[in-house]
């Protein structure tokens, strides 16, 4: 796989699409930020939403519809959503396609933070795979982010073998959001303010054993675990919030 790609196709796993007509509520989901939650997305069936071209995954969710959540969305060829503002602000990592608005055109491996109140009309004409988060970025100061990860940086990350792109980290908010690029035979420990960790490539190893692409891992502060990956990896990580 290249170096600068972000994800498998995750668009070709031939699981059901469950709730078609969203007519019961939505349950809650990881709910608990204190506990640590593990979850392969590509053994989950794919959840309908309101737009009913557009389908996701949820990895946490509390309120339903309404509340917090986070999850693998795709959108189908020519899905989108009606205009719509977004309360306690949105993020994207784009995983595969070209997810797009009125203000642009996302190819695979942007990242946007569009902050509290934002305001547009999501489609995709050839389709996506997105990391998605909602109502979990609150802040009327917030910075908008569009970063373009396959041409970013790379510097030296928290341990040796680790290399880390950052895309967000803002003054006044605890948030702070990077990709990792973990060399073979790489280890460090979980970070002690917790984090949140979404596998892109490659293999992690912890306490629970190992998780590949498409892996959503979740250690709460306090949790003192080691990570360590034997052929090399690369991570979206968020630590804070």
């Not at 899905?79 to 719509?84: E, I, K, L, M, N």
Request: hydrophobic share 30%.
């Amino acid at each position: 796989m290249p170096e600068n790609a972000v994800a498998p196709d995750l668009r070709r796993e031939e699981h059901t699409i469950v709730n078609p007509l969203i007519e019961a509520p939505l349950p809650d989901c990881h709910a608990n930020r204190r506990r640590q939650a593990r979850v392969d997305t590509t053994l989950l069936n794919w959840e309908a939403s309101p737009s009913g071209t557009v389908w996701r995954k949820p990895l946490y969710r509390v309120g339903g519809e309404n509340g917090p959540v986070t999850s693998l969305v795709r959108y189908a060829p020519g899905g989108a959503f009606q205009p719509h503002s977004h309360p306690d602000g949105e993020e994207i990592l784009v995983l595969e396609g070209v997810f797009a608005d009125e203000h642009g055109d996302y190819p695979a491996g942007t990242y946007l933070l569009n902050p509290d109140g934002s305001r547009h009309a999501p489609r995709s004409d050839p389709g996506c795979v997105l990391l998605v988060r909602l109502r979990q970025y609150p802040g009327a100061h917030r910075l908008q982010q569009v970063l373009d990860t396959t041409t970013g940086p790379w510097s030296p990350g928290l341990a040796s073998g680790i290399e880390m792109q950052m895309l967000y980290a803002q003054a006044g908010y605890p948030e702070r959001m990077r990709l990792e690029r973990w060399c073979p035979d790489t280890t460090r420990s979980c970070h002690p303010n917790g984090e949140e960790i979404f596998i892109l490539e490659g293999a992690l190893q912890d306490g629970e054993g190992a998780a590949g692409p498409g892996c959503w891992l979740r250690y709460p502060p306090g949790d003192c675990g080691v990570l360590h990956s034997i052929i090399g990896c690369q991570l979206y990580v968020r630590v804070g919030g």
